[in-house]
């Protein structure tokens, strides 16, 4: 049983690290794209990149997890034949839905398009629906390989589709720009890349399916109740899970649909003006998912922990983990937005070029700290078997995003989405936290440690505004800039994280479960 379990646990440990690069890569290259198309074609990026988001989601977070949990229990049954059937329906059902949003796409694709209120995206929209009749083949194999707890193959494929995908897009694109055609042109070329990528998914997991053990064929005749048990398992649980990780892509999909038009509508200098304003307005996309891929990867490591503790009923350990998950999403949280918020300008400049922007994208990061508590708590709570909790806690951030881009986007432009942004998330942390109490009732949070937190915040804010003071008259160039960015991000962290550790926010065992703990340790002489 020990044995099960450590393997459960490196397998878990793979797939967080191959998150987590993943999620970093999908932050990072959008700087260098940015920087290639200018902010008009990353507005056409950005409108069109939820789509993709969806699919990722689909094939990555969702069905993968539905069908391993549908394998595993028949291998613990020590079923073959139930495996087969397993993979035969989920496989059918999974191509027709890949079938339905990929014709609903390709068709509607003009329509969408002008409901997005650009008409030049619908190519772009077309060829990104090619992705869904990818992510069929994708989601069945890396749930296959989940199943029987070999990790491996979804976290080389996962990797080698990120690297292969932003390289193509960063490729396609300059070669595309530098020969003299349009933005949209260079957002074609992303598209391009995109799918690029989820083919390298799908070549890498054939190869590891090609190796597989047990290879041999089993013909069975699937009986009509079980194979409905199964749609409906995976139709109700596959929605479940790809609704709650997709929180961080149905935000900006909703600015894809509202923004444009209500910034065409208010400025009244045309839509390629408003198409700027987006484009400006979406450098916070990278901004925002830079400061939560720590958060989003260590909530995936969660769920089997928090799983656990639930099972076997340990009251003790499920508060203990849940307030450590709790004392970790605040510290990151806050230190990411506010060391955000404090360095925005150099930031922007250091990324893309200019400092446009600069005040709406300060408001934008605040949404970070509301981020990282969201998902860490709604982990908890999927982990806890409150998945429909997560679920509502996605539309409440839908639903409070679209009212306030309404309400604020035609009075204060940028400034109005990018409240609307941050209170959306803020709306869904605390739906969701009000919601883990009422789970908890035995759950005590000590409430000590925010004074502390919030102490080293305001050092941290303190120095950085006296750091800003002393050099902002110093230059202006992108160069300079860089460097101040770096310094102040170095200066921000060393004095957050010496307060932190000082104020013993964390103990000692504590420390060394998180990564770098032991270096940190160090940090804490003799207490």
């Known amino acids: ?70 394998i595993a229990e028949r291998i613990a049954e020590r079923d073959q034949n139930g495996i087969t059937s397993v993979l035969q329906i989920s496989f059918l059902f999974l191509c027709m839905l890949g079938l339905l949003i990929f014709t609903s796409l390709y068709i509607g694709a003009k329509q969408l398009a ?18 869904f009749l990818l992510f069929p083949f994708i989601a069945l194999m890396r749930g296959y390989f989940q199943g029987h707890n070999h990790m491996m193959p979804t976290a080389v494929s996962q990797v080698g589709e990120q690297l292969v995908r932003v390289s193509a897009i960063l490729f396609l694109s300059y070669s595309l720009i530098t020969s003299g055609y349009d933005v949209y042109a260079g957002g074609t070329a992303a598209m391009t890349g995109t799918l690029a990528g989820m083919v390298t998914a799908l070549l890498l997991l054939t190869a590891f399916w090609i190796r597989r053990e047990n290879r041999g064929r089993i013909h069975i005749k699937i009986k009509s109740a079980e ?90 350990f499920l508060c203990e983990k849940t307030d ?55 982990a908890l709570l999927q982990g806890m078997g409150y998945e429909w909790i997560a679920v509502a806690g996605v539309f409440v951030a839908v639903a409070t995003k679209s009212v306030l881009n309404y309400l604020l986007v035609p009075a204060l432009g940028m400034i109005g989405a990018a409240i609307a942004t941050t209170g959306s998330y803020a709306a869904m942390a605390c739906f969701l936290y009000i919601a883990l109490r ?12 925010i004074y502390s937190v919030v102490k080293a915040a305001a050092a941290m804010a303190v120095v950085l505004r006296l750091y800003a003071l002393l050099v902002e008259t ?22 957050y994280l010496a307060i932190v550790i000082k104020e013993h926010v964390f103990s000692e065992q504590e420390l060394s479960l998180l990564p770098l703990g032991n270096k940190l340790r160090l940090l804490l002489g003799n207490r």
């Open 114 to 131: 002008i409901w997005m209120g650009d008409g030049q995206l619908a190519p772009l929209i077309r060829l990104l629906s090619f992705s």
């Open 474 to 495: 110093w230059d202006d160039s992108r160069l300079f800039a860089v460097g101040e960015a770096l310094g102040g991000v170095l200066l921000g962290a060393v004095t």
């Open 438 to 449: 009422k789970k908890l009732p035995f759950y005590a949070p000590q409430k000590n440690y």
């Open 227 to 316: 194979a409905r048990s199964i749609i409906s398992y995976l139709f109700v649980k596959g929605v479940i899970i790809c609704v709650t990780n997709m929180v961080l892509t149905l935000i900006p999909l909703v600015d894809s649909f509202l923004l444009l038009s209500l910034l065409g509508e208010r400025g009244g200098e045309g839509m390629e003006h408003a198409k700027l304003l987006k484009g400006i307005y979406d450098r916070g996309q990278p901004l925002i998912q830079l400061g939560t891929v720590v958060a989003t990867s260590f909530s995936l490591a969660l769920v089997p922990l928090i799983s656990g503790a639930k099972k076997h009923r340990s009251d003790q």
């Open 1 to 70: 049983m020990k044995l099960q379990e450590g393997s459960i646990w490196r397998g878990t440990v793979v797939l967080t690290i191959a998150a987590f690069v993943t999620k970093l890569l999908s932050a990072v290259y959008r700087v260098p794209y940015q920087n290639i198309v200018g902010d008009v074609g990353f507005y056409i990026y950005q409108q069109v990149y939820p789509i993709y988001g969806i699919a990722m989601s689909l094939s990555l977070y969702g069905y993968p997890v539905v069908i391993s949990k549908l």
């Open 324 to 378: 450590l998950s709790l004392r970790v999403a605040l510290v990151i949280g806050l230190g990411a937005s506010l060391g955000l918020i404090c360095l925005i300008r150099p930031i922007n400049i250091m990324l893309f070029e200019n400092d446009l922007g600069s005040f709406s994208l300060a408001i934008l990061t605040a949404s970070v700290f509301f981020t990282t508590l969201a998902l860490t708590i709604s």
